[in-house]
Nanobody, 120 residues
Framework: QVQLVESGGGLVQAGGSLRVSCAASGRTFSISNFRMGWYRQAPGKQRELVASITSGGITDYADSVKGRFTISRDNAKNTLYLQMNSLKPEDTAVYYC????????????WGQGTQVTVSS
């Protein structure tokens, strides 16, 4: 059974930085074989894709976070990261990691989420 467990969320002031992590586990599950992504959902809003990284290392970002957020992964640790700099109050949300097989169009696995709150 595949598990994605996020950690590292918390409260930070505007302009600050935070790094969230997503530890993956499962008997044969390796993040290196999947497209991995970070989503977020703010109260009253739809869940949105913030950043993704392919198995080949190609990254993509939402316009709202370009230049401020960096997605990366450590295949040896089977862990995905999202480094968030220059945080804004509008970045406040629950952040979820997700995994998708490269040939699929829907996300197969989700974590439980970690809360990030940015105070002004």
């Amino acid at each position: 059974q595949v598990q994605l467990v996020e950690s590292g969320g918390g409260l930070v002031q505007a302009g600050g930085s935070l790094r969230v992590s997503c530890a993956a586990s499962g008997r044969t599950f390796s993040i290196s074989n999947f497209r991995m992504g970070w989503y977020r959902q703010a109260p009253g809003k739809q869940r949105e894709l913030v950043a993704s990284i392919t198995s080949g290392g190609i990254t993509d970002y939402a316009d709202s976070v370009k230049g401020r957020f960096t997605i990366s992964r450590d295949n040896a640790k089977n862990t995905l990261y999202l480094q968030m700099n220059s945080l804004k109050p509008e970045d406040t949300a629950v952040y979820y990691c997700a995994a998708r097989a490269m040939y699929r169009t829907t996300w197969d696995y989700w974590g439980q989420g970690t809360q990030v709150t940015v105070s002004s």
